[in-house]
């Protein structure tokens, strides 16, 4: 390659619109092809052509840490927010980014990429004219970092021969290149003759930048370069000497905080912003995880661009577009004057946010700041959602003290209620009527309901009171709505609990797995807003407080202890004995696709009651389930008890095992 060519880093990268259309997609797979010639291309959309790399939308999350000279999108009327936000990321500089784009919509969030199609650096072209092709550029060798990675490549080089618990935990803005600072890490690693060095990332391509560091000659994937194991198999081996975890906020916090713990020396790499969409809510939750087990990791954090320019007309353009770099502005309030507010929450329409760039982006500023993982994708949906509403809490002065969005969800018909306990179906958008219809709370579920799916304080102005606030002004809005019942959904802690109960809001459930974001499990709080309501929530409760023991031996025994002693203390008396409902879900169970965990209390309950039709079922049927009810075995013994490949097979014999007890010998 000739010596004249530049520095991908010193190159813009090119943004085209062309008009989607048949005529376009033949010009698009040919000038594809012919960008090939000046490195790796691909082809996002719902079909990707033959003899070209790519992958649907949803699947883009594949493509993280690769790098393209020119990648085709399909973006039609409204593009696949997350999808397009990373493919964005994977161009390199002096490459091109090509939308297809068809016709106009007239939803907020679709007014607003019309919008932005028009402005800068957006190039519009015709399908038949010629369209510009990637700049060439000067591969780096294996050592050439930039003036960043040079400053703190050598801060964890004895990284090796520290003690047992050592932890590097290393940032970025996206293209920034930790990738490729992370693999002259290992490479030098390897050659100081470290024992086992791994490598872990949510898939093998993700890290391809890393591997080029340690081979640029043959390594083209993590498996290739034999360094590479899947997070599951790092914990099922035995530790490493040094262990790396690249793209480290595509993992469930859990899985990493298990990683920290397997490994005796780690280094965590993630970007916190941009594509990966994990805002400061990734780093907020993973150092106070971190901190619990008592480690303390060496931050460090790269700024200058690697893969593209600093000054990148296109990632500003995406930037703006998603408001990837929104961040909570300063709030000049002083506190008296923000005793004199009251509940002032102005409650706002995505229509009204579309228009209003300031509020929209202070909205998502706050939000970013705060624990929520905030993708591209939840832009789009909070301009676009008719059913969302957001309540802002503003001081006297310019600044947003906090928000809270909220979602009317209507109620279920006494059928689908049914179906939803049977296991059989979930409308979409009606989360908290769902909740309470599989636990049986069938009434309440028939009413329409107000979820807050996020609250939101500025950091400057928490524990004073704004949460509670918004709550009580959320109260007062859904009663205008004509909803009788506010419920919410997070990551329970003891602390997020007591927050919650303060206002008056009692946890319903506790949800059986982890959150992937959070890496906790999700607990359900609901208010009621009339005696009736409440009435119909408190029996709910105490049926819980009843199946609460047998859950805690099942699926919640690996929840915190701090917090499973917080919501047990916070339970009603629990009634003791079979109950009503007890039969009708073992048949559930049996006969539809009432989910094992919810039906395992009524299973339990009527197993203690030694029914003479357990008589008619086989040694190996029998042991299995009691095995599975009594004993509440894990899933794995449990394949190995019925020789099933897994969960669902266990599942399957159980719900046959138990029809056959239902009815009887054959």
């Known amino acids: 390659m000739s010596a004249s060519l530049a520095q991908k880093s010193d ?151 520290r003690r047992d618990g050592s932890c590097v935990l290393l940032t970025a803005a996206r293209g920034r290149g930790k990738s490729t600072l992370l693999g002259a890490w290992v490479r030098h690693w390897l050659e100081a003759g470290v024992a086992t060095v791994r490598v872990t990332a949510p898939n093998p391509a993700a890290i391809q930048a890393l591997v080029r560091q340690i081979d640029p000659v043959r390594g083209s994937t993590g498996i290739d370069s034999g360094v590479y194991r899947a997070p599951e198999q790092v914990l099922a081996s035995a530790p490493p000497k040094v262990l790396v975890v690249d793209e480290a906020a595509a993992l469930p916090v859990h899985q990493l905080l298990a990683l920290a713990v397997h490994a005796p020396r780690t280094v965590f790499a993630t970007t916190t912003t941009g594509f990966e969409g994990s805002g400061k809510g990734f780093h907020l939750r993973f150092l106070k995880g971190l901190h619990a087990q008592g480690v303390r990791p060496r931050e460090y954090r790269l700024h200058r661009p690697l893969r593209w320019m600093a000054s990148d007309p296109v990632e500003a353009w995406v930037n703006r577009l998603f408001l990837l770099e929104a961040e909570a502005g300063r709030v000049r309030t002083r506190i008296a004057d923000l005793e004199r507010l009251g509940s002032r929450v102005q409650w706002r329409s995505g229509a009204f946010l579309a228009r209003h760039e300031a509020d929209l982006e202070d909205l998502v500023g706050l939000l970013s700041d705060a624990h929520y993982r905030t993708r591209p994708s939840d832009l789009q949906r909070w301009l676009d959602d008719p059913n969302l509403a957001v309540g802002l809490l503003r001081g006297p002065g310019r600044g947003l003290l906090g928000a809270v969005l909220a979602l009317v969800e209507p109620g279920l018909s006494e059928s689908e209620a049914r179906s939803v306990w049977a296991g059989e179906r979930r409308p979409p958008g009606r989360f908290l009527p769902c909740v309470l219809a599989a636990h049986g709370a069938s009434a309440v579920a028939a009413l329409p309901a107000l979820r807050l799916t996020r609250i939101a304080v500025h950091p400057d102005w928490q524990r004073r009171g704004l949460g509670h606030r918004m709550l009580r002004a959320a109260e007062t809005y859904a009663r205008r709505q004509g909803c009788r019942l506010v419920g919410a959904s997070f990551g329970v802690t003891p602390e997020l609990l007591d927050f919650w109960r303060q206002a008056g809001f009692e946890p319903v459930r506790i949800g059986f797995r982890r959150e992937s974001t959070s890496g906790l499990h999700a607990a359900v709080v609901c208010k009621g807003l009339n005696r009736t309501v409440r009435a119909g929530l408190d029996r709910l409760r105490r049926e ?123």
């Open 11 to 161: 190159l813009a990268r090119l943004l085209v619109i062309v008009r989607d259309s048949a005529t376009a997609r033949r010009h698009a797979v040919e000038w594809l092809g012919e960008a090939r010639g000046h490195g790796d291309v691909a082809w996002f959309g719902p079909e990707v052509p033959e003899r070209l790399p790519g992958a649907r939308p949803a699947q883009a999350p594949h493509w993280l840490g690769r790098e393209l000279a020119a990648a085709v999108f399909v973006a039609g009327a409204e593009p696949a927010a997350d999808a397009l936000a990373i493919v964005a990321g994977l161009v390199r500089g002096g490459g091109v980014l090509l939308l297809l784009v068809s016709t106009r919509t007239s939803s907020p969030f679709g007014q607003r990429w019309q919008r932005f199609l028009r402005e800068p650096p957006a190039c519009w072209k015709a399908d038949t004219e010629a369209w510009p092709l990637p700049r060439g550029v000067r591969q780096p060798t294996r050592f050439h970092l930039n003036p960043g990675q040079r400053a703190v490549f050598p801060r964890a080089l004895d990284l090796p021969g």
């Open 544 to 666: 819980v407080a009843a199946d609460w023991p047998i859950w805690r031996e099942g699926a919640l025994s690996g929840l915190e202890s701090a917090t499973a002693d917080r919501v047990g203390r916070c339970l009603p008396e629990a009634a003791s004995g079979w109950r009503a409902g007890d039969a009708d879900s073992v048949r559930a169970f049996a006969h539809s696709q009432r989910p094992f965990e919810l039906a395992l209390p009524a299973l339990r309950r009527w197993l203690d009651a030694g029914p003479a039709c357990l008589g008619h079922l086989s040694r190996p049927d029998r042991r299995l389930l009691e095995a599975s009810v009594l004993r509440v075995l894990d899933w794995p013994r449990l394949c190995g008890l019925s020789g099933e490949s897994g969960r669902n097979g266990v599942v399957r014999r159980l719900r046959h095992i138990v029809a056959r007890s239902l009815t009887g010998p054959a």
